[in-house]
């Protein structure tokens, strides 16, 4: 009788195991994206008014950690998410009020980096701005 106990209780304690390591594995192909290939494209304009394209096919679903995992952003992590510093090499100079506007079809995003979705068809941009107003 004590066999079987332990037989049950051995099945039961694997079968919890197997359905850890399953929802477990589910996670992680979630964490990094969607699974589903998008293309993004970003305008990057330059202090001197110059602009450049880069184009990218990535399975996040926001715009901040897409555009870091290919190296196109740095930034800095505050209260409100990533704070983007730098873009396409080139770092703002704080104390001349520069800053990385970003604009979705033209017009400023109303969400950080980090919080906007990728969404075919959305025109992305990352504008050189001087000034605070």
Same mark, same amino acid.
């Given at each position: 009788m004590q066999n079987r106990s332990f037989s049950t209780r051995a099945a039961a304690l694997l079968l919890a195991l197997m359905m850890c390591v399953t929802v477990f594995a589910g996670c992680a192909q =979630?964490?990094?994206?969607?699974?589903e290939k998008k293309t993004v494209t970003v305008t990057v304009t330059h202090k001197d008014g110059s602009t450049k394209d880069f184009t990218y096919e990535t399975t996040e679903e926001m715009l901040g950690p897409a555009l870091e995992s290919e190296k196109l952003i740095e930034g800095e992590e505050g209260q409100y998410g990533l704070f983007v510093?730098? !873009? %396409?090499?080139?770092? !703002? %100079?704080?104390?001349?009020?520069? &800053? &990385?506007?970003?604009? !979705?079809?033209?017009?400023?995003?109303?969400?950080? @980096? %980090?919080?906007?979705? @990728?969404?075919?068809? =959305? =025109?992305y941009g990352l504008v050189l701005t001087v000034g605070y107003d």
């Open positions: =979630k964490e990094g994206g969607s699974g510093k730098t !873009v %396409d090499g080139y770092t !703002v %100079d704080e104390s001349n009020q520069e &800053w &990385w506007c970003l604009t !979705v079809d033209g017009e400023t995003a109303m969400t950080g @980096i %980090d919080s906007t979705p @990728i969404e075919e068809g =959305k =025109k």
